[in-house]
C-alpha cells in the first residue's frame, strides 16, 4: 500500500518487577500496596482521636494545634510519595502501551485524512462537471424553446412550454460494507478588521478627503442615522452645532465611507459581531448570512466516517 512502519515498536522483552500484566498480577500488587501502606494506620487513628479530643483555649493548646495540624500534613506527603512509587512500574506500563498504539493509530489517523481530502477534492470535481452539463441542458432546453416559439408562431398557435430539466445533486452519503460516509456542511468565519485605520485593513491606501459640516442637531441625527453611524459616534455627531469633521474614504467607483467622525474610528463589524468568537456571529452563519461586513465566510464542508 506504499506505507511502511519505521522501527516497529515491540511490546519489552523484559517484565518489570510488579507490572499489572494480568488480572492475578494486578490483584497481587494491590495487595502489596496494602501492606506497604498500612504502617500509617494506627499512627492516622492516633491522630484523629488527638484531633477530635483538641481544645484550644490558650496559647500552649494554640501550639499544640499547630504542631498536630503540621504533623498530619507531612504524614499525608509522605504517604503521596509512597503511592507515587507503588503506582510508578504500572504508569510506566500504561505510558508504553500507548505509545506503542499511538505508533499505529498516527498512520491510520493519516489514511483516513487522506481518503478524506481526496473524496473531498472528487467531490468539488462532481460539482463542477455537474454544473457543467446543467449548462448545456439549459443551452439545449433554451434553443428547444426557440424552436417551438417560431414553429407555433408559423402555425398561428400557442407554443407549448418547455419544461426545464434539473439534475439531481450528487448524493452525500456513500454506503460500503465497512460503514458510511456522508459530508456535512460546514461554515467558517474569521472576522477582519474593526476599523479601517487597522494595519491589517486591505483598504489601507485607497483615497481619503477631509470634509466638515455644520447644521441644527435635527439634520445632523438624520444624516448621522442616514451614514449608518450608532451608539456614542452619533451621539456625538447629533449635538454638534459647529463644524464637525469627517474622514471619507473614496472606493474606485467615487462611493464614500466614513472613516472617522472628529477622530472617532467607526467600526467596519456591526457592533454585536465584534467578537471573532461572538455566538451570534455564528448563529447567523449558520442560518445562512453570508454578506458580513468586516467578516471573511467561507465553505468547509467535513467528511464524516461511521
Given at each position: 500500500?506504499?506505507?511502511?512502519i ?25 495487595e ?10 494506627q499512627?492516622?487513628k ?9 481544645k ?11 504542631d ?70 439549459d ?44 459530508s ?14 487597522a ?6 491606501g ?18 448621522g ?44 463589524i456591526?457592533?454585536?459581531f465584534?467578537?471573532a ?16 461586513e ?13
Amino acid at each position: 500500500m506504499g506505507w511502511e512502519i519505521e522501527g516497529e515498536p515491540t511490546l519489552p522483552e523484559k517484565k518489570e518487577e510488579g507490572l499489572p500484566m494480568t488480572l492475578d498480577a494486578a490483584k497481587k500488587a494491590i495487595e502489596k500496596a496494602k501492606v506497604d501502606l498500612q504502617i500509617y494506620t494506627q499512627a492516622i487513628k492516633d491522630m484523629k482521636t488527638e484531633a477530635q479530643l483538641l481544645k484550644v483555649e490558650d496559647e500552649e493548646a494554640l501550639v499544640l494545634s499547630v504542631d498536630l495540624g503540621i504533623r498530619a500534613k507531612k504524614l499525608a506527603k509522605e504517604i503521596n510519595t509512597e503511592r507515587d512509587r507503588i503506582v510508578l512500574p504500572a504508569g510506566e506500563f500504561t505510558k508504553a502501551v500507548r505509545n506503542l498504539a499511538k505508533g499505529f493509530t498516527d498512520i491510520l489517523d493519516s489514511i483516513e485524512e487522506i481518503t478524506k481530502t481526496k473524496n473531498r477534492s472528487f467531490k468539488v470535481l462532481q460539482d463542477q462537471r455537474r454544473l457543467e452539463a446543467q449548462k448545456k441542458i439549459d443551452e439545449e432546453t433554451e434553443k428547444l424553446r426557440e424552436k417551438v416559439k417560431e414553429e407555433a408562431a408559423a402555425a398561428g398557435v400557442e407554443a407549448v412550454e418547455v419544461p426545464a430539466t434539473v439534475l439531481a445533486k450528487t448524493t452525500k452519503t456513500v454506503r460500503t460494507a465497512a460503514g458510511i460516509a456522508y459530508s456535512s456542511e460546514y461554515w467558517k468565519f474569521e472576522a477582519g478588521p474593526v476599523h479601517r485605520n487597522a494595519s491589517d485593513y486591505p483598504g489601507i491606501g485607497k483615497p481619503r478627503i477631509i470634509a466638515y459640516a455644520h447644521a441644527d442637531k435635527e439634520t445632523m441625527y438624520q444624516k448621522g442615522v442616514e451614514a449608518g453611524m450608532k451608539g456614542e459616534p452619533l451621539e456625538k455627531f447629533k449635538f454638534a452645532l459647529n463644524e464637525v469633521k469627517f474622514e471619507l474614504e473614496i472606493d474606485e467607483e467615487g462611493w464614500a465611507t466614513i472613516v472617522s467622525v472628529d477622530g472617532k474610528l467607526l467600526p467596519i463589524i456591526p457592533a454585536e459581531f465584534l467578537m471573532a468568537d461572538s455566538k451570534a456571529l455564528r448563529k447567523v452563519v449558520d442560518g445562512g448570512q453570508r454578506n458580513i461586513e468586516g467578516v471573511k465566510i467561507w465553505r468547509d464542508d467535513k467528511e464524516v466516517y461511521k
